[in-house]
């Protein structure tokens, strides 16, 4: 984003939260809804299904729903997707995670008509048998089940990617799906492979030429991997299940997934709000749309300002990147050794004469649906208003992990 771009998103901002005391989100509907055609666009005609962990608040949720392209939500607990097939936000919840929820479990094979709205993750036989002990075949609706295949990259007994399922061939995913479909009470609907070490991995990390140029060859061995892998896959597990979708892809990998003629669907969430990390991918980067804003207390020195609160940090590896990012005024930046804080955040550079206490700095969590962890409420900003003010699922009680 141009200097002279981010100054009129700066004044928009500010114009539509006059009368807004910080700290409080805001999400910019243009943003975001450039971000969530662009996303149908890349997925080349193939549909995309909304990660809600990235999302976090179910008017977002739908309106991300209602794009073309877009169809059906990846749920990250099983609690969550009861709750949006009940609440209306979808009838296509997939889990993206297996569950050891035994209430929700019990709620699940109680009522036939959830049962067809949502799809458990299964990596092993021990996940269905938690599922007949907390409800007995026979005794209960058939419950549908998608087989997660490890996406990592094992060249030469390594691991790249994250540690999911432990089917990484066509092979050991294969015989899962055979033990299921003689499984009474289940039925083998859908095959996912989550593609980390492309989708959620930077490509071009500002700053770190060398290494871009390192996780792009990685990446690119990896793509070659999984393409091989899960068109073997599909054709194992076929043998046995006539399944309905294979899911993959990330944000940073939609358009490269959406070209493996293996994959019926792909999987964004990130992309709708951009967040910081995501200025460091190169294929395509989304517009920022997720926005916090801190009030200024403090200032310490010339240079400088103390924000009130800040400490937002993102899950993951512990990094400086996980930090929130100063983004208007542009100008400033995190004081190395205190970073983001808990109850106060220091921030430097030039812009910092430029303000003073009372005054608002805009923020980019790392991330994307972590920031509503912090705020009961979006404001939705549509040119220089705020149009319309949403729950998050923590302003409405939720809090599903």
């Known amino acids: ?41 890349r997925a080349a ?28 939500v990846m749920a990250y607990t099983l609690g969550e997707a009861i709750w949006l097939v009940r609440a209306g936000v979808t009838r296509d919840a997939l889990v993206a995670y297996p569950t050891a929820d035994r209430a929700a479990l019990r709620e699940l094979a109680a009522d036939p008509d959830l049962a067809t709205a949502v799809t458990l993750m299964v990596d092993g036989l021990e996940q269905l048998d938690l599922v007949d002990v907390v409800a007995a075949p026979g005794r209960r609706a058939e419950i549908r089940v998608c087989l997660d295949l490890d996406g990592s990259w094992r060249p030469l007994g390594l691991h790249i990617g994250v540690r999911r399922s432990p089917l990484h061939t066509a092979a050991a995913a294969g015989a899962v799906a055979r033990e299921i479909t003689v499984r ?57 299940a006539d ?31 951009g967040p910081a990390l995501f200025d460091g991918y190169r294929a395509w980067r989304p517009q920022p ?37 100063p983004w208007l005024p542009a100008g400033l930046r995190l004081v190395r050794t205190e970073g983001a804080g808990e109850v106060q955040t220091p921030l430097r550079g030039a ?21 509503c962890e912090h705020v009961n409420e979006l404001h939705l900003v549509d040119g220089a208003e705020v149009v319309d003010t949403v729950p998050t699922y923590r302003g409405e009680g939720q809090a599903f992990l």
Request: glycine share 12%; with cysteine; net charge positive.
């Open 243 to 273: 399944v309905e979708f294979f899911n993959s892809g990330g944000t940073g990998s939609v358009s490269a997934t959406a070209a493996d003629p293996a994959v019926t669907e792909v999987t964004a969430g990130s992309g709708l709000y």
């Open 289 to 325: 749309a997720a926005f916090f804003a801190l009030g200024v207390v403090r200032r310490p020195a010339r240079d400088f300002v103390t924000v009130s609160g800040g400490g937002w940090i993102a899950s993951g590896q512990t990094h400086a990147s996980r930090q929130p990012v």
């Open 1 to 41: 984003m141009t200097p002279t771009a981010r100054d009129a998103l700066r004044e928009r901002l500010e114009k539509a939260t006059a009368d807004l005391d910080p700290p409080f989100a805001v999400v910019d509907l243009s943003a975001f809804g450039a971000n969530a055609s662009a996303l149908a666009q």
């Open 45 to 72: 005609g193939k549909p995309v299904r909304v990660a809600s962990k990235s999302v976090r608040s179910r008017a977002l949720l739908s309106r991300a729903l209602v794009t073309p392209g877009w169809r059906g």
């Open 351 to 371: 812009a910092a004469d430029g303000l003073r206490v009372g005054d608002r700095v805009w923020f980019r969590h790392a991330k994307a649906g972590e920031l």
């Open 184 to 240: 009474r009470g289940f039925r083998l609907v859908g095959l996912m492979a989550y593609d980390a070490q492309i989708a959620g991995l930077a490509d071009a990390p500002p700053g770190q030429s060398l290494l871009g140029s390192a996780i792009r060859l990685m990446q690119g061995c990896s793509y070659r991997d999984l393409l091989r892998r899960r068109g073997a896959t599909l054709a194992a597990v076929r043998e046995h």
